[in-house]
T-cell receptor
């Protein structure tokens, strides 16, 4: 029972490069979320999805795009990476108002 | 606007002593409150939640939380701390707008000393 799986676990990018973070869940959850975690700032919501084919902006969406073409997958894209996007990224999923299930994170460094 | 505050960056407690990690909230309507724990290099794990009912909520690993509506608080407690409880703890509130978005506090690092 994998739960929420994030790939990759680590990545180093140069400024201006692009990349996609993948989140996959096997619990048939409707809701999926992308957060970033920075020291002293807790978790901040980047984008979220309430179902297949739908996405919405969270608290800090600038510089990121998302897609949810399949219910089990939620992709986070950085079109042109900036040093300010160095962070730990977490994906979560949930069913309605139930507690969220989190992946183990992607540690992204942008030089 | 809805918000969550965790006023302590770090809490130190001796093993075997009771622990409290504080959380206050501001929401419109009925609060849906959660506590999560994060161990190094891992994602957040759910501990307990308050939706309605008894003000004392029991959760995983012997943790419990006390909901206090008049003080808008939801403090996490454990009667006897273990060294293995050392971790980062997050309080969260679910927005009441029906979108199932969650607002997290900034986290409190708990250090249990042997």
């Amino acid at each position: 029972n994998a739960g929420v799986t994030q790939t990759p676990k680590f990545r180093v990018l140069k400024t201006g490069q692009s990349m996609t973070l993948l989140c996959a869940q096997d619990m048939n959850h409707e809701y999926m979320y992308w957060y970033r975690q920075d020291p002293g700032m807790g978790l901040r919501l980047i984008h979220y999805s309430v179902g297949e084919g739908t996405t919405a902006k969270g608290e800090v969406p600038d510089g990121y795009n998302v897609s949810r073409l399949k219910k089990q997958n939620f992709l986070l894209g950085l079109e042109s990476a900036a040093p300010s996007q160095t962070s730990v990224y977490f994906c979560a999923s949930s069913q309605g108002g139930q507690p969220q299930h989190f992946g183990d994170g992607t540690r992204l460094s942008i030089l | 606007a809805q918000s969550v505050a965790q006023p302590e960056d770090q809490v130190n407690v001796a093993e075997g002593n009771p622990l409290t990690v504080k959380c206050t909230y501001s929401v419109s309507g009925n609060p849906y409150l959660f506590w999560y724990v994060q161990y190094p290099n891992r994602g957040l794990q759910f501990l307990l939640k308050y939706i309605t009912g008894d003000n004392l909520v029991k959760g995983s690993y012997g943790f419990e939380a006390e909901f206090n509506k008049s003080q808008t608080s939801f403090h996490l407690k454990k009667p006897s701390a273990l060294v293995s409880d050392s971790a980062l703890y997050f309080c969260a509130v679910r927005e009441s707008s029906g979108t199932y978005k969650y607002i997290f506090g900034t986290g409190t690092r708990l250090k249990v000393l042997a």
